[in-house]
């Protein structure tokens, strides 16, 4: 198994380096990869050193599986080039997620959609999607789905180093002011917000992603990847998403409307035996960081509507959202025989 990491360097990437090295996946030959600025840069893996290589001017013969985390442009243009040299490429970035000929998968809940890879590229779900879907396919197996609002809470590490950066310098500020116990909103100058659209330690954002139409592109994510990963092509979904002073962790509530009512004694059930999940009484973004199940609580019934199950979901977006999905496509790679 001769295996590649692109964006070898960045966040996603480390993760992904530490994930393939815990889960003591197969490698007989590793080669990394990331931008002219990364590369000759030298990473440690198992115990040896390994050059990062020029993804630009590189040639990828002979690679099995390329897992990509460089970014949607990068894999616009690579990832083609590297999938014609015979690789099945694991994509992070939104690039090839609603192209109907990429299944869009999470091991957990489409696995059967790797059976047709037309063009040699799997994408992996936006971090957001991602760690609700194993409760929502519970959900759907158990009354079907009729509809879904979601709020998020998404951490300052979905928007890269930046956004831990400019949060930590935050909290810095507020830390040593005089008026922080008595902070009454104008009283401490914060660093000017770059990253995001004002400051977001000791705040809230009620836009998260960028504005495509009266939505963020963060919104359209959630709505069309869940309606592709779970099959449904018309379903109802509504979403907002918020960026909370979180380093890491996404959380999202989910008012979900079923076809039949059920109790919260099933619904609880159902998503209990869902792989990749964990219910808890309380899950929060804290608990949830550094592990690979998905948080799941609060499971009550949504009074509002004649069949409705109410809950909040949170996980790890480094992690499930995004490296350990990517390494558990190429682990099911493996053992449907794909690669």
Known sequence: MNVGVFGATGQVGSVMLRLLDERKFQIDELRLFASSRSAGKSIAFR????LVEDAEAADFSGIDVAIFSAGATASLALAPRVAAKGAIVIDNSSAWRMDPEVPLVVPEVNRHALLEIKKGIVANPNCTTMVTMSALKALDNLAGLKRI???TYQAVSGSGLAGVSELKDQIQALG??????SFDGGAIEFPKAETYLTTICSNVIPIAGKLV???TNEEHKFR???RKILEIDNLPVSCTCVRVPVFTGHSISLNVELKR??????ASLAISQAPGVKVVDLPTPLEAAGIDDCLVGRIRQDPSVEAG???????DNLRKGAALNAIQIAETLQEMGLV
């Open 47 to 50: 115990g040896e050193e390994y």
């Open 149 to 151: 609002i979601a709020s």
């Open 224 to 226: 069309d990847e869940s």
């Open 309 to 315: 199950i109410a809950m909040f979901v949170t996980g």
């Open 213 to 215: 139409d009266e939505e």
């Open 176 to 181: 040593s002011s005089a008026d922080a116990l």
């Open 261 to 266: 009512k059920v109790s919260t004694e099933e």
